[in-house]
């Protein structure tokens, strides 16, 4: 094989987030197909699964493939991209019978509340059912093919992204509506009868012939953009024709192919059959493992690897060079740990505090200290840790702590120091509910993590004596943080340690399936918490969380950057700390504590009776999903940027050997997936707002009064956040 | 139900049906080569430009893998010359036929471009004038995806307005 071809072939043009949408559709497919495989068995389940995965691996074809890298330059190549994406991918997927896997893959939550309205709407449903009904399928597919291949439409296509984009997608789609006649995939029937089906395709297929015949026998250049291209009139027509070919015999087969089998099946009078066998629902899941037991196993590995990872982090920062990018606690607990944990957070829960390597060294100095004090009862809240946190956000800047691995060190020492004295003098988990603030960042954003640990059966509950999960028993502790299981609602304060899972002796404790945000919009008593809007400590600690997350952006943004660098020069060499404090002052507690008083009292104008500092309470935490939005889209960018950083440093470290530093880059992807995280917060927040506001006020009218500031507050943030990621920022554990 | 559902689901799909646009800004033929230059995103704007070079064999069209390829951007501002040059390389192209580089153009104006090939022991050239336009401002850009939001607020407004109105049809059962 010469070069060009070899170059042609290797001319994938992978794109990240359309192989991720295909990936993800195929995983809502299996599970769904997985789902309803459990209940009902069909002969035809392993055909159905290979007919939506081999379609969507020709959709990923015809997008990723080298078809679509010279389809600007090859109209046969173009020809052929068209040809997957109306007469292969739509059949293929629509043998799959894919509704019901797809509805059934998805959370049931959503498919019931979220999809269900629309799905029931008479009026979309009498427009799709006009939609796949025969004529009009066919009329549409007909004008899509004969549109888009006049000359104006298809130059407009190859000039522009968008109207490519939307040339594809009515192929795409013109193709399921047109294919659905055929294959039938949903449980109806159609009114027409079977037969139609032979003259509707041989029909599609006369206008696609004729069409074809046009490419190839009109001797005129059709389209300009392939003559510039080419270098003479001769090229361009032949690749003219070899595109019409292929639009017309490998089409015209595949017209052909279901028209035999529909007359096969019309002359013999066959029908489909439908043989399955209804299964026992979940007798396959007997026995296994739950998910928490199995992470319940893993801890202790985990725990320790952390602990290995700290220590040579530890190591590194005190004798390593004080280089952060060629340092790993310039890198690994900056831009690795937050970001990952952040990960952990979005898609699972808080296992960070569930691999902590501080709690590990604690456990095993318990092993030689009394702990039998008890917390002193004054400092049984949030404000100890809200401070922490508050310092944090100030030092980290004022003193370049990420820049520095020699401090970077002495933190995570400090940091066992701490938990080792804390909970080897004072009983429970002490450190972790009342002091640590890292503790607090994942408690709070584990409010929008989709599982919680929570008990399986109340029935369950009710008839135990024993309370193991809380007493703890021979084998194991019960939960140090005091969280009754029965009256647990939500993860505050849950180290996701799981010791109630292993104490549990019914097995009644498990990470279970929650809609993300949802214990954000009642306020029922919490065990060990209390009601949310009676605790004014862990209110300011959100406060601090939500607005921090902007502050913490914002202050390594190149507007924000210079501004302070020009207030540095002009105030002297020692200010820069106190620009940093007066910055994080006003932004993460001034800004705020306006900006909520602001919103209570316009919300109290339509709910009378209730105090400010109440209504504050109760729709603070509200805030919380679009604090996490900010956050991750704030880590996520040092992730993204500085992933490859720890191999250099790692190569230093253990093998002492030099290493190429990570170079700075920003992926073209980044920016939209952050966008698209923050959109999740706020929309989240705004939901919250509107089911707390509902359960309040009652009625529609009302809500909205006593709402609106606060939504205005949540979009305030929103809009201080696309400023932020609009503009450029600092790249951590890099060389600039 | 089902239809509606199956249909709904699927349009999932419609973002990943898009293409690429490249546009012809610079086509020569010199000695034994026809050199073209592709422009990504048309127009192009200040700030980072993807650029693309396809070298050909006047013969017989094939494209000519081995050649190495400068591309170059100048302005003229009054005795200034400002210049941006970067090689186009396979590596850099998604089109493996073709040579791409990504340069950074640091203002809008009248640039002039060129494509410098060199390949087989010939040199050629091919040269455009390139009337950069001042970049798009992020907003512009990310449009799209600040929209979802409103758009997300519709639908939700018009389920819930869906389910109000199914709660007052649906008639109640007697005690």
Request: aromatic letters at 12%.
């Amino acid at each position: 094989m010469n070069s060009a071809a070899t170059a042609a072939l290797t001319s994938w043009n992978l794109d990240g987030p359309v192989s991720a949408v295909l990936l993800l559709l195929c995983a809502i497919y299996v599970r769904g197909w997985r789902r309803e495989r459990l209940l009902i068995h069909r002969q035809s389940d392993s055909l159905r699964l290979t007919g939506f995965l081999s379609g969507v691996f020709v959709l990923f074809v015809a997008v990723e493939s080298p078809l679509d890298s010279f389809d600007g330059t090859y109209l046969a190549a173009h020809m052929a991209q068209h040809l997957l994406l109306m007469m292969v991918a739509p059949p293929l997927i629509l043998l799959s019978h894919p509704v019901l896997p797809l509805l059934k893959g998805l959370p049931k939550s959503f498919v019931k509340e979220g999809l269900g309205p629309f799905l029931t709407w008479r009026p979309l449903r009498s427009f799709l059912e006009w939609l796949t009904a025969p004529l009009v399928a066919w009329l549409l597919f007909v004008a899509s093919t004969i549109v888009w291949h006049l000359p104006y439409c298809y130059e407009l296509a190859l000039g522009s992204r968008v109207w490519h984009g939307a040339q594809h997608a009515s192929f795409f789609w013109t193709g399921i509506v047109f294919w659905w006649f055929i294959v039938e995939p949903g449980p109806g029937k159609s009114r027409w009868p079977r037969w139609a089906g032979i003259p509707y395709l041989l029909t599609a297929d006369i206008v696609n012939t004729a069409l074809s015949a046009i490419f190839v026998f009109s001797g005129r250049v059709l389209y300009p953009s392939y003559a510039a291209v080419h270098l003479t009139r001769a090229q361009t027509l032949s690749d003219q024709t070899l595109g019409g070919l292929i639009m017309w015999v490998p089409g015209e087969i595949i017209y052909l192919i279901p028209a035999f089998f529909l007359t096969m099946r019309v002359l013999t009078g066959s029908k489909r059959q439908g043989e399955y066998i209804v299964r026992q629902a979940r007798a396959t899941r007997a026995g296994r493992r739950s998910l928490a037991a199995n992470l319940a196993r893993w801890r202790r590995p985990i725990q320790l690897a952390m602990l290995l990872v700290s220590l040579l982090v530890i190591a590194d920062g005190f004798w390593g060079p004080q280089i952060t990018p060629i340092n790993l606690a310039g890198i690994l607990p900056w831009i690795h740990w937050r970001g990952l944990s952040v990960l952990s957070l979005l898609f699972l829960g808080n296992l960070f505090c569930m691999a902590c390597p501080f709690t590990f060294v604690r456990d095993l100095g318990r092993k030689v200290m009394p702990a039998r004090l008890r917390w002193p009862r004054q400092l049984r809240n949030k404000w100890t840790p809200a401070l922490l946190f508050l310092l944090y956000l100030w030092s980290y800047e004022a003193f370049g702590v990420w820049d520095s691995p020699w401090i970077t060190a002495w933190i995570i020492a400090g940091y066992f120091g701490a938990a080792l004295v804390v909970d080897g003098l004072f009983r429970g988990a002490s450190f972790c509910k009342y002091v640590c603030p890292i503790g607090q960042f994942n408690f709070i954003s584990s409010l929008i993590s989709p599982r919680e640990v929570a008990i399986k059966s109340p029935q369950v509950c009710r008839s135990c004596q024993t309370y193991d999960c809380i007493r703890g028993n021979e084998q194991t502790h019960g939960c140090e943080l005091y969280l009754f299981q029965p009256k647990k609602s939500g993860n505050l304060d849950c180290t996701f340690c799981l010791d109630c899972v292993k104490a549990c002796p019914h097995g009644n404790i498990d990470l279970v399936s929650i809609t993300p945000a949802q214990t954000l919009t009642a306020d029922p008593y919490r065990s060990s918490i209390g009601r949310l809007s009676s605790r004014t400590d862990l209110a300011v600690l959100v406060l601090l969380f939500v607005f921090g997350a902007f502050v913490n952006a914002a202050g390594m943004v190149a507007p924000v950057v210079m501004r302070e660098h020009a207030w540095h020069a002009s105030l002297g060499m020692d200010a820069m700390p106190w620009i940093v404090g007066a910055f994080v002052l006003v932004g993460a507690v001034l800004v705020p504590a306006m900006a909520v008083s602001a919103a209570g009292f316009l919300s109290k104008i339509s709910w009378r009776g209730r105090k400010v500092g109440t209504i504050v309470r109760r729709f603070v935490f509200a805030l919380v999903p679009i604090g996490f939005g900010m956050w991750a889209a704030h880590i996520l960018y040092h992730l993204a940027t500085g992933w490859n950083a720890p191999w250099p440093a790692l190569a230093r470290a253990l093998a002492g050997t030099a290493a190429a530093v990570a170079l700075p880059a920003v992926p073209s992807w980044l920016t939209p997936l952050q966008i698209l995280t923050l959109n999740a917060g706020l929309l989240l927040t705004l939901w919250v707002l509107w089911k707390v506001a509902t359960e309040s006020a009652g009625q529609v009218r009302a809500a909205v009064a006593l709402v609106w500031p606060w939504m205005a507050v949540s979009v305030g943030l929103y809009a201080a956040g696309v400023w932020v990621l609009f503009q450029p920022m600092q790249m951590r554990g890099m060389m600039h | 139900m089902r239809i509606a559902a199956g249909l709904l689901i699927v349009i999932s799909c419609a973002c990943l049906l898009s293409g690429d646009g490249g546009s012809l800004v610079a086509r020569k033929q010199t000695g034994p080569f026809v050199i073209s230059v592709f422009a990504a995103d048309a127009p192009v704007r200040a700030g980072k430009a993807d650029l693309s070079v396809m070298v050909q064999q006047v013969s017989d069209e094939s494209p000519v893998m081995d050649a190495t390829v400068m591309l170059r951007l100048t302005k003229a501002t009054g005795s200034a010359v400002t210049e941006v040059a970067a090689p186009a390389t396979h590596a850099k192209a998604t089109n493996k036929t073709l040579y791409a580089a990504q340069l950074t153009i640091p203002s809008e104006g009248a640039w002039r471009l060129s494509a410098d090939v060199a390949a087989n022991g010939t040199n050629a050239e091919a040269t455009a004038d390139l009337n950069v336009m001042p970049p798009a401002p992020p907003a512009e850009r990310y449009w799209p995806y600040i929209a979802l939001i409103p758009f997300a607020v519709f639908l939700f407004a018009f389920n819930r307005w869906l389910r109000r109105r199914r709660q007052f049809l649906t008639p109640r059962a007697r005690p």
